[in-house]
């Protein structure tokens, strides 16, 4: 499977940006991680092809994860940016046939 992220880039406190991720083929759970520097990977949203979500507490009631099943892809819509959100966001796919990640995408919030 591969993972093909766009969205992504600058934006101040506040703001809102989305992110895009089409996968080349139907895949059971769908998401995003993301790693600030000198951090580790950490989940910030999950959806299963029924629908199921899980979000990190972090970002809940901010971000919301969506998914187009026809289209194989994931969209991470994220509002209310925080400074503590900068990152590189990467898109995930999991499924009985392993575990794949996209190319990273930078998210900065910075005024």
């Known amino acids: 499977v591969q993972l093909q992220a766009s969205g992504g880039g600058s934006v101040q406190p506040g703001g809102s940006l989305r992110l895009s991720c089409a996968a080349s083929?139907?895949?059971?759970?769908m998401g995003w991680y993301r790693q600030a520097p000198g951090k580790q990977r950490e989940l910030v949203a999950v959806?299963?092809?029924?629908?199921?979500?899980n979000y990190a507490d972090s970002v809940k009631g901010r971000f919301t994860i969506s998914r187009d099943n026809a289209k194989n892809t994931v969209y991470l819509q994220m509002n209310s940016l925080k400074p503590e959100d900068t990152a590189v966001y990467y898109c995930?796919?999991?499924?009985?046939?392993?575990?794949?990640w996209g190319q990273g995408t930078q998210v900065t919030v910075s005024s």
């Open positions: 995930y796919a999991g499924s009985y046939r392993g575990n794949f």
């Open positions: 959806i299963t092809s029924g629908g199921g979500t």
């Open positions: 083929g139907s895949i059971d759970i």
